[in-house]
């Protein structure tokens, strides 16, 4: 199993949430306002002279359905150059 960590900026989530929905991922767990500071843009710190934020979602699913969700994002990235969009595939294991 796969966790998929997938950081967006909110004005793209209708796009992620189609690509989720495209490649059969039902279930996830949604970070709806986080801070950060990436190397392909500006600080996302919510503040006055950072302002904005990201959002992300975590999702665990099987390794076929990775290679399912990458061509609709990698579509939403070249779609949208301007906005962030970043996934992260690292190991999952069932604690409990």
């Known amino acids: 199993m796969k966790g998929l960590f997938i950081i967006y900026a909110p004005a793209i989530e209708s796009d992620?949430?189609?690509?989720?929905e495209q490649a059969g991922i039902k279930h996830y767990t949604k970070f709806p306002y986080l801070h950060g500071v990436g190397?392909?843009?500006e600080p996302h710190l919510?503040?006055?002279?950072?302002?904005?934020?990201?959002s992300a979602i975590l999702a665990v699913v099987e390794d076929n359905v990775v290679q399912k969700i990458i061509p609709g994002l990698k579509e939403i990235k070249e779609?949208?150059?301007?906005?962030?969009?970043?996934?992260?595939?690292?190991?999952?294991?069932?604690?409990?």
């Open 16 to 20: 992620v949430f189609k690509a989720l």
């Open 46 to 54: 919510d503040s006055h002279v950072w302002p904005g934020s990201n």
């Open 79 to 96: 779609e949208f150059l301007d906005e962030g969009l970043k996934m992260f595939i690292v190991p999952a294991e069932v604690a409990i």
């Open 39 to 41: 190397g392909h843009s």
